[in-house]
């Protein structure tokens, strides 16, 4: 499979745990990118790199969340002391160059009871 | 500031009936680029297509058509002779020069449930 792949699929965790999700793109798309999706809602922008460069990072991206993307292959999103408002599918996409379609994977779907 | 509206939160249609999900943007930029996503149960986002802002050439993929028009900043999708197939969550997304194009502004979706 060429696609984007996310691990795990699926996450249940308790408040103020910290959690990681790993994300590995199409291996030659240098560009990779991370969004939130609530129920009901469209995804949100959180942050993107470019190759291991992080190049940008929404405000939604609060100081408990942290991604990195070493060697410019996969990335890993943390989330710290996470709460039950992080509850959310988190979904990483990748692109080729700036403006090309990104292309996305099925999603971590997170749950904190 | 950058805006994608999808004001049908969900249709219903019987298989084989013609549907049009409607999307409305809005941008201060002349140059960007429109997509559509499908996303079926699994969760997984599928590229449907892409369009830029200097081209508003209707485009037909098999039974999909998409109508870009830029007077009324709508980039509307048809689905024509609808299938089971096709229930999903339809996604419609903008990209501004303002993000160097890197991040995408998604509608709030429109949910397709096609019946047999």
């Known amino acids: 499979d060429t696609g984007v792949s996310q691990n795990p699929r699926h996450k249940i965790t308790k408040r103020g745990q910290n959690v990681t999700f790993r994300c590995d793109p199409i291996s030659e798309h240098n560009r990779l990118y991370w969004y939130r999706q609530t129920l009901g809602q469209g995804p949100e922008f959180l942050t993107y790199f470019q190759n291991e460069a992080q190049l940008e990072k929404s405000r939604l991206l609060s100081d408990r969340f942290s991604a990195e993307r070493p060697k410019g292959s996969f990335s890993t999103l943390e989330i710290q002391r996470t709460e039950q408002g992080d509850s959310a599918m988190y979904l990483c996409?990748?692109?080729?160059?700036?403006?090309?379609?990104?292309?996305f994977g099925q999603g971590t779907r997170l749950t904190v009871v | 500031a950058q805006k994608v509206t999808q004001a049908q939160t969900e249709i219903s249609v019987v298989e084989k009936e013609d549907v049009t999900l409607d999307c409305v943007y809005e941008?201060?930029?002349?140059?960007?680029?429109l997509f559509w996503y499908k996303q079926p149960p699994s969760g997984e986002l599928v590229f449907l297509i892409r369009r830029n802002s200097f081209d508003e050439q209707n485009e037909i993929s098999g039974r999909y058509s998409w109508n870009f028009q830029k007077s009324t900043s709508s980039f509307n999708f048809t689905i024509t002779a609808s299938q089971v197939v096709d229930s999903a969550v339809y996604f419609c997304?903008?990209?501004?020069?303002?993000?160097?194009?890197?991040?995408?502004?998604f509608g709030t979706g429109t949910r397709l449930l096609v019946s047999p």
């Open positions: 996409a990748s692109s080729p160059g700036r403006g090309e379609e990104a292309f």
């Open positions: 997304a903008l990209s501004e020069p303002s993000s160097g194009f890197q991040k995408l502004v």
């Open positions: 941008t201060r930029d002349t140059t960007y680029y």
